[in-house]
C-alpha cells in the first residue's frame, strides 16, 4: 500500500515537472537580430584592409553578444542594449566614443529604444557627459514617466539614477576633428552643401539594433552622435520613437541611419511597421518601398535594419553602403558593409 503510494506521488511530481518544462518552452520561438554601424558614402576606395577588417571585427562582436543573449532566453530589450552598448564603446562609429563634432567642437548625443511588447519607449536628446547614451534611454523607459529628456535634464536625472558619466573630452576623436574641420571648409565654401549631407562626404555613422526574443518580444534601439557640424542644437530622427526607432510586436522592429530631417518627416520607422500592420507588405517589401521609393523620391539618403514578429529580417538602404549584421533564425551571422552583391 505504501509502495503504491509512493509511486503515485512520484508520478504526480513527473507530471508537474514535465509540465512545467513544457510550459516553459510553450512560448521558445524563433529569435533574430539585426545591427547597423550607420549608412553612407561608404566604398572600397574609402576604406582599406585593415579598416574594413575591424569595422566587420567589432560589428560581429556586437551580433554575436545581443544574440548569446537571445538564445539564453534572454530579453529583446536587453539584447538591443548589450549589442549598442558595444557600438557605443568602440571610436569606429558616430554614437558614444566616436561621436562626432558640433559645430562648436563639442559633442551632443542622441538615443532612444522601444519595447515592442508593451509600446513603452524611452529617449535622451542633446546629452554630453553621459557615456551610455542607449542606457539612459532605457533608464527613461523604466525609471521616468517620460518618453524623451534633453540636455542637461536628461543629464540629472541620469546622475540621479547612478548612470556613469564622463567629461565630454571623452568623446574626443582625431578622426572625428578632422572630419569637422573639412566639413567647415566645405561649408565655408558652399552654404547650400547642408541640403545634400554627401557634399559634406557624411558618412552616417549612428548604431542601432533590432531583436526579436523567444517570448515573441521585438525591440528596437538607435544611438548616435548626430550630424557633423551640426548647430543650434539640432537634433535628428535617432531619440524621435517613429522616425529612427520603433518596435510593435504587431509588426516589426526598425532603427534607422541617414539623413534625420527626412526620416523625421516622413516618419520612416513607424511606416515601415504600419505598412506590415495594415497593408499586408512583407517586411522587405515594405522596407523597400520607403527607403528605396519613399525617401529616394525626396532626395533623403540612408538606410534601416528591421525584423518582424516572425523573424524575416531587412536591410535596405540607398546610399553606397551601410555597416550591418544579422542573425537569423538559423542562427546565421553575416557582416556587410557594401550592396548586397559584394
Keep these: 500500500m505504501q509502495q503504491d503510494k509512493m509511486i503515485r506521488h512520484s508520478l504526480s511530481l513527473a507530471t508537474l515537472f514535465g509540465a512545467l518544462f513544457l510550459q516553459s518552452y510553450a512560448y521558445a520561438g524563433p529569435i533574430a537580430m539585426a ?10 576606395a574609402n576604406l582599406s584592409p585593415e579598416q574594413e577588417q575591424a569595422y566587420r571585427e567589432k560589428l560581429e562582436e556586437a551580433i554575436s553578444a545581443g544574440y548569446a543573449h537571445l538564445k539564453q532566453g534572454g530579453s529583446s530589450v536587453d539584447a538591443v542594449i548589450k549589442a549598442i552598448q558595444i557600438l557605443e564603446d568602440s571610436p569606429l562609429f558616430n554614437a558614444g566614443r566616436g561621436a562626432v563634432y558640433t559645430w562648436d567642437e563639442t559633442h551632443e548625443l542622441d538615443a532612444s529604444i522601444m519595447d515592442g511588447r508593451t509600446l513603452n519607449a524611452g529617449a535622451v536628446a542633446g546629452v554630453k557627459t553621459i557615456k551610455s547614451p542607449i542606457e539612459a534611454a532605457r533608464t527613461v523607459m523604466d525609471k521616468s514617466v517620460h518618453v524623451m529628456l534633453s540636455g542637461e535634464g536628461a543629464e540629472t536625472f541620469a546622475k540621479e539614477q547612478g548612470l556613469e558619466t564622463v567629461d565630454n573630452h571623452y568623446f574626443d576623436t582625431d578622426f572625428r576633428l578632422e572630419a569637422l574641420k573639412k566639413a567647415k571648409a566645405k561649408l565655408e565654401r558652399d552654404k547650400t552643401a547642408w541640403e545634400r549631407p554627401e557634399n559634406l562626404d557624411y558618412k552616417f555613422g549612428t548604431v542601432g539594433a533590432v531583436a526579436l526574443d523567444r517570448q515573441g518580444n521585438l525591440a528596437a534601439g538607435t544611438s548616435t552622435g548626430g550630424m557633423t557640424a551640426k548647430r ?3 537634433i535628428g530622427d535617432s531619440p524621435i520613437i517613429g522616425a529612427g526607432t520603433y518596435a510593435n510586436n504587431a509588426s516589426c522592429a526598425v532603427s534607422a541611419t541617414g539623413h534625420g530631417e ?6 520612416v520607422a513607424a511606416d515601415i511597421c ?4 495594415y497593408q499586408g507588405l ?8 520607403v527607403v528605396k ?9 540612408g538606410g534601416v ?12 538602404f540607398n546610399t553606397q553602403g551601410m555597416y550591418r549584421a544579422t542573425v537569423d533564425t538559423d542562427g546565421n551571422i553575416t557582416v556587410a558593409i557594401y550592396q548586397p552583391k559584394e
Design 262 to 267: 527626412y526620416f523625421i518627416r516622413y516618419h
Design 293 to 301: 521609393e519613399v525617401l529616394v523620391d525626396a532626395d533623403g539618403s
Design 232 to 234: 543650434y542644437g539640432r
Design 282 to 289: 512583407s517586411l522587405q517589401d515594405a522596407a523597400n518601398k
Design 274 to 277: 504600419a505598412r506590415v500592420a
Design 35 to 44: 545591427i547597423h554601424g550607420g549608412a553612407g558614402t561608404i566604398s572600397k
Design 305 to 316: 535594419i528591421a525584423v518582424d514578429n516572425k523573424g524575416n529580417i531587412a536591410t535596405p
